[in-house]
């Protein structure tokens, strides 16, 4: 049986990848390599060696053994330039940076990666926004992030590429039953099972979780429920899988709170309650086919389904007392807050597909990829708002409530179509050359339901995008313990229905709510020049140490960012900026010994804006008169920290049992508000950084034998020295007293993001 190498990241292999692969019961014995597939779905795989860019990976029981919830948890405690934004309050609502980059559920954020599952992208229609909760993180077999803008992965590549693979019964042939509970009445319970066939044909795997927690601030419960199950048919030329991914979740986010509420324990809040719902459905059907020695067919196609509801208590902006003035206030209005409701409806429907050539040219090696995609989707969204009268102490709303309005109806398609070409050829022993282009295609037709057509509110209307990105590399090994690489590569980010329909400085929106008229923008596109060296020093200090350093240099042009038109509220619109740039260093090492293992890395990264702009942030102490603050080119973009370092260290002293520990350090960043990094707190009392941190956390867990053979104790602590941080911050403004009274003037304030504190779990699994 071939074998079939998916986009799982480096796999550490006992065979050398031959192209003619590998048939079961074939006794072959040579030195072990570590293999790459350069794209999404099932490739015959190249040499690490020879890939031009920076790559990282983690495996299933890695994720698995370290505390968190989402595969987003394990990312922010152990991957090189990766930093995180708490800024939705949940821990399955985290903003991932890498590389100054976001990928984030938050709607209207800044997205920058890729994200895909078994081949098939998790970015979201409507806003290319990534929900966590939707990808069964106990499911995942593998992983891989790919650094650059690789132009293969496709549109919104913009910093980097995150790709996963689920288990099949091949990879997980057992069945197992698992249970935690601990800290804020988190519970969570786990059932997997999978197997093959007598014959060996066919495999199967499906898991349940359910996860249940009151959260650490209050009131946050959350509820999350995630299927996943595939079956599969494999010989030796062949690999089908029919697959089915499902959730059913209920998140509570409290986000950015005042800082005089926080409290010493961080828990308060500011207003109540901004609750998510979501119900998610995705089918696909994959295949890998053998063709013949060297040419290998793979592909997939998939329908996903979206149901997707929100339920914030904000504060009313159009607030008006006695003292406001006509200009201001044309309508006397008492309300002390709003009920903003949402309901976003997403389907999507596609494939990919490519062939991998696996042949020599000009007696070299040479691997060439051509592959295709097309995606459909439709996005129906509506929303509303419904006025209430007064603020409790509590931070929800009650009293009368007025009559729903609503103020947003939308209903946008999507069509995407691409083609792509990758060729990495071996100009000698010790060069490899690695070239690509992708063209894009996508027509964007927003049809408003609310507003009528030809009216100056009306968001209907049609846009289109293309574009080719080239990409190319070189790869030098001087010898076997040392790789070094150089590459260019660009992407392009078209922009989304959600953009598109609020793109107007004089009718600005609340995301995820209202939207107005849509002035065109531009998509936006990123270029990557990338430098790097990997290798190996083996027996040193009686241990196998690797290492890898990486420097890049990005530039985003025509980059999209939402830009806030007041101070106290979360109104804006989007628009083009001419450029942001990031630049930085990556650096990690590994040494395993034999009882200790331990894993490093340090990233710097200076994420900027290119050019300048005017922003809004009336309570920066540099604001003029109207409100405006000036950002200029060379100001750094806001909560994301310059310097980062990540220490994994894990003891076994024996297969049955192991202890590890893992430090997080992040250094301060910008404050959103404070753009042009000119705010004076000694002037308004209002702070403008968000302070660095450190975070270390810690799991263990023992394996029993004999009579209680397959259980297994684990334990896991977060946050062990209980260290008080926050994760970002806004300048902003409030109407919320320090007693929890409403006033009716507004306040100037610091709204900030509190890290969880100290927590611990422990859990029992059983597998048979």
Not at 266 to 280: A, F, M, N, S, W
Not at 536 to 558: E, P, Q, R, V
Request: aromatic content about 12%.
């Amino acid at each position: 049986m071939r074998k079939f190498l998916n986009a799982s990241g480096l796999i550490a292999t006992t065979c050398l990848l031959l192209p003619t692969g590998v048939i079961a019961g074939e006794s072959v014995k040579v030195d072990s390599i570590e293999v790459y597939s350069p794209t999404s779905l099932p490739t015959i795989g190249l040499p690490v060696k020879d890939v031009p860019y920076a790559v990282q990976t983690a495996t299933g029981e890695e994720i698995r053994e370290q505390p968190g919830v989402s595969i987003a948890d394990y990312m922010v405690n152990n991957l090189e330039g990766i930093t995180v934004n708490e800024v939705g309050g949940n821990p399955y609502q985290l903003e991932i940076n890498y590389r100054g980059y976001n990928a984030t559920p938050i709607l209207g954020n800044p997205q920058g990666l890729s994200i895909y599952v078994d081949g098939v992208r998790q970015n979201m229609p409507f806003s290319n926004n990534v929900l966590w909760d939707t990808i069964p993180d106990f499911a995942i077999e593998d992983m891989q992030l790919v650094g650059g803008s690789n132009p293969v992965y496709g549109l919104n590549t913009l910093g980097g590429s995150l790709s996963m693979q689920t288990k099949s019964g091949r990879t997980f042939n057992k069945s197992a039953i698992e249970g935690s509970t601990g800290s804020w009445g988190r519970n969570l319970g786990l059932v997997e099972t999978g197997g093959v066939s007598d014959d060996q044909g066919f495999d199967y795997y499906a898991g349940y979780s359910y996860f249940k927690e009151d959260g650490w601030r209050e009131p946050s419960p959350s509820e999350v429920q995630q299927w996943f199950s595939k079956f599969g048919y494999e010989d030796e030329e062949t690999r089908y899988d029919l697959s089915y991914t499902g959730a059913h979740n209920s998140l509570v986010g409290n986000g950015m709170v005042p800082k005089y509420l926080l409290g010493s324990d961080l828990e308060g809040v500011h207003t109540l309650i901004d609750k998510t719902r979501t119900q998610y459905n995705q089918v696909q059907l994959s295949g890998t086919e053998f063709i013949n020695d060297t040419m290998m067919a793979s592909g997939n196609i998939y329908w996903r389904n979206i149901d997707q509801s929100t339920y914030n208590g904000d504060l009313n902006d159009e607030f008006c007392d006695d003292d406001d003035i006509p200009e201001e206030c044309a309508v006397e209005n008492d309300n002390e807050g709003v009920i903003n409701r949402s309901k976003t409806k997403q389907n999507a429907y596609g494939f990919n597909g490519q062939l991998t050539f696996d042949n020599d040219w000009l007696s070299r090696r040479n691997q060439l990829i051509a592959g295709a995609a097309y995606e459909y989707s439709k996005v129906q969204f509506e929303q509303s708002s419904q006025e209430i009268a007064t603020l409790d102490p509590t931070g929800f709303f009650s009293g009368a409530l007025q009559a729903k309005e609503q103020t947003t109806g939308l209903t946008g398609q999507t069509n995407t179509w691409s083609a792509f070409v990758s060729n990495n050829h071996a100009l000698n022993d010790k060069w490899s050359i690695n070239t690509a282009a992708r063209y894009n295609y996508v027509t964007i037709d927003n049809d408003d339901t609310f507003n009528p057509d030809g009216g100056t509110a009306s968001l209907s209307g049609g846009h289109d995008f293309d574009r080719l990105n080239p990409s190319v590399g070189l790869a030098y090994n001087p010898n076997d313990n040392l790789s070094t690489y150089a590459s260019y590569n660009e992407a392009n980010r078209a922009p989304t229905s959600i953009e598109l329909g609020c793109a107007n400085p004089d009718n600005p929106c609340t995301l995820p709510t209202q939207m107005a008229d849509d002035p065109p923008l531009e998509q936006v596109v990123a270029k990557t020049f990338e430098v790097g060296a990997r290798g190996k020093f083996t027996g040193m200090f009686d241990s196998n140490m690797s290492w890898n350093i990486s420097g890049y240099s990005a530039t985003n042009h025509n980059d999209i960012l939402f830009l806030y038109t007041e101070s106290n509220t979360t109104a804006g619109y989007f628009d083009n900026v001419d450029k942001t740039t990031r630049e930085g260093i990556d650096v990690g090492v590994n040494t395993a010994f034999e009882t200790w293992s331990i894993a490093m890395n340090y990233n710097y990264v200076a994420a900027r804006y290119g050019t300048d702009l005017t922003m809004v942030s009336e309570n920066n102490s540099s604001a003029d008169a109207e409100g405006a603050i000036s950002v200029e080119d060379g100001d750094y973009l806001p909560n994301i920290p310059k310097h980062s370092f990540k220490l994994r260290t894990v003891y076994k002293p024996e297969s049955a049992w192991y202890l590890g520990a893992t430090i997080t350090a992040f250094s301060s960043s910008y404050m959103m508000g404070n753009e042009n990094q000119e705010n004076d707190s000694s002037a308004n009392g209002l702070q403008s950084e968000v302070p660095g941190y450190a975070v270390v956390n810690l799991d263990g867990e023992y394996k029993f034998s004999n009579m209680f053979d397959g259980w297994k104790l684990y334990a896991k602590v977060t946050n062990l020295f209980d260290n008080k941080y926050y994760t970002g911050g806004r300048i902003a403004e409030s109407r919320v007293n320090a007693d929890r009274s409403f006033s009716e003037e507004e306040i100037a304030t610091a709204s900030l993001v509190g890290g969880s504190p100290r927590a611990g779990w422990v859990g029992l699994r059983y597998e048979f």
